[in-house]
Protein backbone atom coordinates (compact mmCIF):
# COMPACT_ATOMS: atom_id res chain seq x y z
CA UNK A 1 0.00 0.00 0.00
CA UNK A 2 1.64 3.24 -0.94
CA UNK A 3 0.60 5.91 1.79
CA UNK A 4 2.38 8.85 -0.39
CA UNK A 5 0.97 9.36 -4.01
CA UNK A 6 1.61 11.76 -6.48
CA UNK A 7 -0.88 10.80 -9.49
CA UNK A 8 0.87 12.90 -12.19
CA UNK A 9 4.04 11.78 -13.30
CA UNK A 10 4.51 14.18 -15.81
CA UNK A 11 3.21 17.92 -15.86
CA UNK A 12 4.24 20.59 -18.69
CA UNK A 13 3.68 24.69 -18.27
CA UNK A 14 4.48 27.76 -20.11
CA UNK A 15 7.05 29.72 -18.76
CA UNK A 16 5.52 32.51 -16.88
CA UNK A 17 2.49 30.89 -15.56
CA UNK A 18 1.46 28.88 -12.52
CA UNK A 19 2.99 25.26 -11.58
CA UNK A 20 0.97 23.02 -9.53
CA UNK A 21 1.99 19.54 -8.13
CA UNK A 22 -0.50 17.79 -6.11
CA UNK A 23 0.73 14.80 -3.46
CA UNK A 24 -2.12 12.82 -1.82
CA UNK A 25 -1.09 10.72 1.48
CA UNK A 26 -3.42 7.74 3.40
CA UNK A 27 -1.80 7.59 6.73
CA UNK A 28 -3.41 10.48 9.08
CA UNK A 29 -0.39 10.51 11.92
CA UNK A 30 1.68 11.77 9.23
CA UNK A 31 2.44 15.17 10.40
CA UNK A 32 5.51 16.68 8.48
CA UNK A 33 5.38 17.28 5.24
CA UNK A 34 8.13 18.19 2.38
CA UNK A 35 9.22 18.68 -1.23
CA UNK A 36 12.26 18.13 -2.74
CA UNK A 37 13.51 18.53 -6.22
CA UNK A 38 15.79 16.59 -7.75
CA UNK A 39 18.11 16.84 -11.34
CA UNK A 40 18.93 13.88 -13.24
CA UNK A 41 22.16 12.97 -11.68
CA UNK A 42 22.05 14.65 -8.30
CA UNK A 43 20.74 13.89 -5.05
CA UNK A 44 16.81 15.35 -4.27
CA UNK A 45 17.51 19.00 -2.78
CA UNK A 46 15.14 20.10 -0.07
CA UNK A 47 12.57 22.76 -1.19
CA UNK A 48 10.14 23.68 1.31
CA UNK A 49 8.35 21.98 4.30
CA UNK A 50 5.18 22.33 5.99
CA UNK A 51 4.52 20.97 9.73
CA UNK A 52 0.60 19.86 10.42
CA UNK A 53 -0.30 22.97 12.21
CA UNK A 54 -0.18 25.20 9.44
CA UNK A 55 -2.35 24.66 6.29
CA UNK A 56 0.01 27.39 3.87
CA UNK A 57 3.68 27.97 3.85
CA UNK A 58 5.09 30.35 1.30
CA UNK A 59 9.21 30.75 0.60
CA UNK A 60 9.79 32.79 -3.05
CA UNK A 61 7.46 31.34 -5.63
CA UNK A 62 6.98 28.20 -3.91
CA UNK A 63 3.71 27.68 -1.65
CA UNK A 64 2.76 24.58 -0.12
CA UNK A 65 -0.46 24.21 0.78
CA UNK A 66 -1.52 21.52 3.01
CA UNK A 67 -5.48 20.11 3.38
CA UNK A 68 -5.65 17.81 6.51
CA UNK A 69 -8.80 16.78 5.83
CA UNK A 70 -8.69 15.43 2.09
CA UNK A 71 -4.72 14.41 3.14
CA UNK A 72 -3.73 16.21 -0.11
CA UNK A 73 -1.04 19.03 -0.16
CA UNK A 74 0.24 20.55 -3.33
CA UNK A 75 3.14 23.01 -4.02
CA UNK A 76 2.70 25.96 -5.87
CA UNK A 77 5.05 27.43 -7.97
CA UNK A 78 4.50 31.21 -9.40
CA UNK A 79 5.92 32.37 -11.80
CA UNK A 80 7.30 29.37 -13.52
CA UNK A 81 10.96 29.21 -14.70
CA UNK A 82 12.87 27.09 -17.01
CA UNK A 83 15.32 25.87 -14.55
CA UNK A 84 12.23 24.88 -12.45
CA UNK A 85 12.02 21.72 -14.93
CA UNK A 86 13.48 18.79 -12.72
CA UNK A 87 11.84 15.84 -10.91
CA UNK A 88 9.51 16.84 -7.38
CA UNK A 89 8.93 14.79 -5.18
CA UNK A 90 6.57 15.05 -1.67
CA UNK A 91 8.02 13.21 1.19
CA UNK A 92 5.78 12.71 4.80
CA UNK A 93 7.20 11.93 7.76
CA UNK A 94 6.48 11.76 11.96
CA UNK A 95 7.76 14.72 13.89
CA UNK A 96 7.43 12.83 17.40
CA UNK A 97 8.99 9.31 16.17
CA UNK A 98 12.79 8.62 16.37
CA UNK A 99 12.11 7.61 12.77
CA UNK A 100 14.84 8.77 10.63
CA UNK A 101 12.87 8.23 7.47
CA UNK A 102 10.45 10.14 4.61
CA UNK A 103 8.02 7.99 2.69
CA UNK A 104 8.53 9.43 -0.76
CA UNK A 105 5.98 9.50 -3.31
CA UNK A 106 7.09 8.42 -6.83
CA UNK A 107 7.71 11.57 -8.28
CA UNK A 108 6.21 14.44 -11.21
CA UNK A 109 8.40 15.75 -13.96
CA UNK A 110 7.73 19.46 -14.05
CA UNK A 111 8.52 20.58 -17.54
CA UNK A 112 8.35 24.51 -17.79
CA UNK A 113 8.93 25.59 -21.40
CA UNK A 114 10.26 29.36 -22.67
CA UNK B 1 29.45 23.68 5.56
CA UNK B 2 30.36 20.64 3.39
CA UNK B 3 26.92 19.08 2.65
CA UNK B 4 26.44 15.18 2.20
CA UNK B 5 28.95 13.04 -0.39
CA UNK B 6 28.34 9.73 -1.07
CA UNK B 7 31.39 7.24 -2.80
CA UNK B 8 31.81 6.05 -5.16
CA UNK B 9 29.76 8.28 -7.62
CA UNK B 10 29.07 5.07 -10.00
CA UNK B 11 30.00 1.39 -9.76
CA UNK B 12 29.66 -1.32 -12.29
CA UNK B 13 29.39 -4.99 -10.40
CA UNK B 14 28.30 -8.47 -11.60
CA UNK B 15 25.75 -10.81 -10.31
CA UNK B 16 26.75 -12.67 -6.73
CA UNK B 17 29.41 -9.80 -5.86
CA UNK B 18 29.27 -7.99 -2.93
CA UNK B 19 29.57 -3.79 -3.28
CA UNK B 20 30.20 -1.51 0.31
CA UNK B 21 28.89 2.09 -0.75
CA UNK B 22 29.82 5.40 1.80
CA UNK B 23 28.33 8.04 3.10
CA UNK B 24 29.66 11.13 4.83
CA UNK B 25 27.31 13.13 6.59
CA UNK B 26 26.99 16.62 7.27
CA UNK B 27 28.96 17.61 9.61
CA UNK B 28 27.08 17.64 13.25
CA UNK B 29 24.42 15.60 11.77
CA UNK B 30 24.03 11.96 13.81
CA UNK B 31 21.21 10.28 11.87
CA UNK B 32 22.37 9.23 8.33
CA UNK B 33 19.45 7.10 6.02
CA UNK B 34 20.24 5.20 3.18
CA UNK B 35 17.44 5.21 0.04
CA UNK B 36 17.23 3.31 -3.15
CA UNK B 37 15.83 5.06 -6.25
CA UNK B 38 14.91 3.00 -9.79
CA UNK B 39 13.43 3.79 -12.88
CA UNK B 40 10.05 4.90 -12.53
CA UNK B 41 10.18 4.59 -8.72
CA UNK B 42 10.40 6.94 -5.92
CA UNK B 43 12.56 6.73 -2.93
CA UNK B 44 12.65 3.47 -1.29
CA UNK B 45 13.71 3.36 2.49
CA UNK B 46 16.40 1.12 2.99
CA UNK B 47 17.32 1.79 7.09
CA UNK B 48 18.39 4.78 9.50
CA UNK B 49 21.07 4.64 11.63
CA UNK B 50 21.77 7.03 14.45
CA UNK B 51 24.66 7.40 17.11
CA UNK B 52 25.83 4.23 15.51
CA UNK B 53 22.10 1.71 16.14
CA UNK B 54 20.41 1.04 13.59
CA UNK B 55 16.75 2.55 14.61
CA UNK B 56 14.43 1.70 11.61
CA UNK B 57 14.57 -0.76 8.48
CA UNK B 58 12.52 -0.64 5.79
CA UNK B 59 11.26 -3.91 3.50
CA UNK B 60 14.44 -5.11 1.85
CA UNK B 61 16.18 -8.20 2.12
CA UNK B 62 18.86 -8.95 4.69
CA UNK B 63 20.99 -8.86 1.73
CA UNK B 64 21.20 -5.13 2.60
CA UNK B 65 23.03 -4.20 5.80
CA UNK B 66 24.64 -1.26 6.99
CA UNK B 67 26.85 0.27 9.74
CA UNK B 68 27.53 3.48 11.48
CA UNK B 69 30.56 4.67 12.71
CA UNK B 70 31.14 6.84 15.94
CA UNK B 71 32.15 9.82 13.51
CA UNK B 72 28.59 9.41 12.06
CA UNK B 73 29.82 8.47 8.81
CA UNK B 74 27.65 5.15 7.08
CA UNK B 75 28.63 1.95 5.19
CA UNK B 76 25.78 0.55 3.31
CA UNK B 77 27.13 -2.93 2.38
CA UNK B 78 24.65 -5.18 -0.82
CA UNK B 79 26.22 -9.04 -0.82
CA UNK B 80 24.82 -11.54 -3.65
CA UNK B 81 24.11 -9.10 -5.75
CA UNK B 82 21.36 -9.40 -8.11
CA UNK B 83 19.82 -7.49 -11.17
CA UNK B 84 17.13 -6.07 -9.80
CA UNK B 85 19.90 -4.36 -7.60
CA UNK B 86 20.48 -1.59 -10.50
CA UNK B 87 19.60 1.84 -8.80
CA UNK B 88 20.92 4.93 -7.41
CA UNK B 89 21.60 4.75 -4.12
CA UNK B 90 21.27 7.72 -2.05
CA UNK B 91 22.15 8.95 1.60
CA UNK B 92 20.71 11.16 3.54
CA UNK B 93 21.63 13.06 7.05
CA UNK B 94 19.54 15.09 9.70
CA UNK B 95 20.80 16.52 12.78
CA UNK B 96 18.29 14.06 14.99
CA UNK B 97 15.98 12.13 12.22
CA UNK B 98 13.09 12.74 14.11
CA UNK B 99 10.58 14.59 11.27
CA UNK B 100 13.19 17.08 10.22
CA UNK B 101 14.21 17.90 6.83
CA UNK B 102 17.04 15.72 5.65
CA UNK B 103 20.11 16.40 3.46
CA UNK B 104 20.85 14.36 0.30
CA UNK B 105 24.10 13.22 -1.10
CA UNK B 106 24.67 13.25 -4.93
CA UNK B 107 23.80 8.90 -5.11
CA UNK B 108 26.03 6.15 -6.24
CA UNK B 109 24.56 5.16 -9.28
CA UNK B 110 24.79 1.12 -9.19
CA UNK B 111 24.91 -1.60 -11.86
CA UNK B 112 24.55 -4.82 -11.83
CA UNK B 113 25.46 -7.00 -14.67
Known amino acids: DQQVKQNSPSLSVQEGRISILNCDYTNSMFDYFLWYKKYPAEGPTFLIS?????DKNEDGRFTVFLNKSAKHLSLHIVPSQPGDSAVYFCAASFSNTNAGKSTFGDGTTLTVKP | KAGVTQTPRYLIKTRGQQVTLSCSPISGHRSVSWYQQTPGQGLQFLFE???????NKGNFPGRFSGRQFSNSRSEMNVSTLELGDSALYLCASSVQGTGETQYFGPGTRLLVL
Open chain 2, 49 to 55: YFSETQR
Open chain 1, 50 to 54: ISSIK
